[in-house]
């Protein structure tokens, strides 16, 4: 099913350690996006990327590195994860930004 | 920011009722849109309106878009209790330096009761 798949579904970590958050899609978009959701504050930008190659910070990038090899796929790594960073991670993907965006599922990451 | 804030936070109506959502901006946009998200899941995309146009319809939902005055509103017709969810705007400039970025507000949480 043509979409955007996020893996995992959650995870736990253990403050300091790292991981990556993967994002795939197979719609030929060029846009993705990441995006964290708390309670009470809708959606915060973390990185996007218009294109393979080419990425940039949002709102609330510091801790997060991305990456944009290829047009499919957009990884989130957490260099050395924070309880502050417990959250729901959503990517996301746009052809162009003019018709919306199609969202994954989540990843929702507790760290102790 | 670009943020769009979106009023009411919380909205609860009966079913047959119309809902109606606003949301405000900052800046110039390229494009408003409209999310739905079922709790536990993604968002889904439900509507776009361009600035150049004013209304636009999908189904049961209606988007209108005042550009002077930096608003929107999102209008759910013949309410469902399936339609209970949490609504979100976000704004788009897609131009310049903000090409790429989406950036939403906090939302309105629908509660349809049947």
């Known amino acids: 099913n043509a979409g955007v798949t996020q893996t995992p579904k959650f995870q736990v970590l253990k403050t300091g350690q790292s991981m990556t958050l993967q994002c795939a899609q197979d719609?030929?978009?060029?846009?993705m996006s990441w995006y964290r959701q708390d309670p009470g504050m809708g959606l915060r930008l973390i990185h996007y990327s218009v294109g393979a190659g080419i990425t940039d910070q949002g709102e609330v990038p510091n801790g997060y590195n991305v990456s944009r090899s290829t047009t499919e796929d957009f990884p989130l790594r957490l260099l050395s994860a924070a309880p502050s960073q417990t959250s729901v991670y959503f990517c996301?993907?746009?052809?162009?930004?003019?018709?919306?965006?199609?969202f994954g599922s989540g990843t929702r990451l507790t760290v102790v | 920011s670009q943020q769009g804030e979106e009023d009411p936070q919380a909205l609860s109506i009966q079913e047959g009722e119309n809902a109606t959502m606003n949301c405000s901006y900052k800046?110039?946009?390229?494009?408003l849109q409209w999310y739905r998200q079922n709790s536990g899941r993604g968002l889904v995309h439900l509507i776009l309106?361009?600035?150049?146009?004013r209304e636009k319809h999908s189904g049961r939902l209606r988007v209108t878009l005042d550009t002077s005055k930096k608003s929107s509103s999102l209008l759910i017709t013949a309410s469902r209790a399936a339609d209970t969810a949490s609504y979100f705007c976000a704004t788009d400039s897609n131009r310049g330096s903000t090409l790429g970025r989406l950036y939403f507000g906090r939302g309105t949480q629908l509660t349809v009761w049947p």
């Open positions: 800046t110039s946009i390229n494009n």
């Open positions: 996301a993907s746009s052809y162009r930004g003019l018709y919306g965006y199609t």
């Open positions: 719609m030929n978009h060029e846009y």
């Open positions: 309106i361009r600035s150049n146009e």
